[in-house]
């Protein structure tokens, strides 16, 4: 899956005919945005995770002392 020089100078060639030169640093402004949200939410969810984790320990804990 490499792309050489002419399968991206064709890719590039594409995007401005069918966006046009002065739309494309709003695609790549918009599209840099989606990133860093995407990367915000998945990193809030990565740490809800571990919180729960680091949690769950000590619920278990506290069972297994009032079982006996």
Do not use: H, W, Y
């Not at 064709?10 to 005919?17: A, D, Q, Y």
């Amino acid at each position: 899956m490499n792309l050489g020089g002419t399968e991206v100078f064709v890719i590039l060639f594409i995007v401005i005919l069918l966006f046009g030169a002065k739309k494309i640093p709003e695609l790549a402004r918009g599209l840099g945005k989606g990133i860093r949200e995407f990367k915000d939410a998945s990193s809030g969810i990565k740490s809800e995770i571990e919180n729960s984790m680091n949690e769950r320990p000590a619920d278990s804990k506290e069972k297994t002392g009032a079982e006996k």
